[in-house]
């Protein structure tokens, strides 16, 4: 999300814009919700125009509905790229921390970050049988099965 922008819609106060309002940023992205301080807070949508990472890695265009603070994603929030993978968690200071991330080749992806250990769950369902691969991993330590 770029920093400067052009308000459409909200109250300023100091110079900046608080309360409810929409805001289109010099890269194209718009947020329209909550702003504290001229930046987005408590609940609001975000909408990336080829801004933001895809979990492939690509840039790419997507949108974000959820909890803000201090202008980054924090707190509960659903975020969808444009490719059709989906998170839907909890997210602190814009990386996320705990949820499920569905991604478009099939891959569901169960994250829970806690401190500076994580762990990390990755399974696929395929075919009429429903035969699941998956990998989990904690810390440093991890093991591979396969159903």
């Given at each position: 999300m770029a920093e400067e922008g052009v308000a459409e819609t909200g109250a300023i106060r100091n110079g900046r814009l608080y309360d409810?309002?929409?805001?289109k940023y010099s890269n194209e992205?718009?947020?329209k919700g909550h702003f504290n301080d001229g930046r987005p807070s408590k609940h609001g949508e975000l909408k990336y125009h080829l801004s933001i990472l895809s979990p492939?890695?690509?840039l790419e265009g997507g949108e974000y509905f959820g909890d803000f603070k201090n202008g980054k994603r924090h707190g509960r929030g659903v975020m969808k790229w444009e490719d059709g993978s989906i998170f839907e968690g909890e997210w602190n200071s814009d990386e996320r921390v705990?949820?499920?991330l569905r991604m478009t080749n099939g891959f569901v992806i169960n994250?829970?970050?806690i401190f500076d250990r994580s762990t990390l769950a990755l399974s696929r369902t395929t075919g009429s049988m429903g035969q699941q691969d998956w990998f989990t991993s904690q810390g440093s330590s991890s093991k591979?099965?396969?159903?």
């Open positions: 409810m309002g929409k805001i992205d718009k947020y492939t890695g690509e705990k949820g499920i994250l829970s970050l591979q099965c396969l159903l």
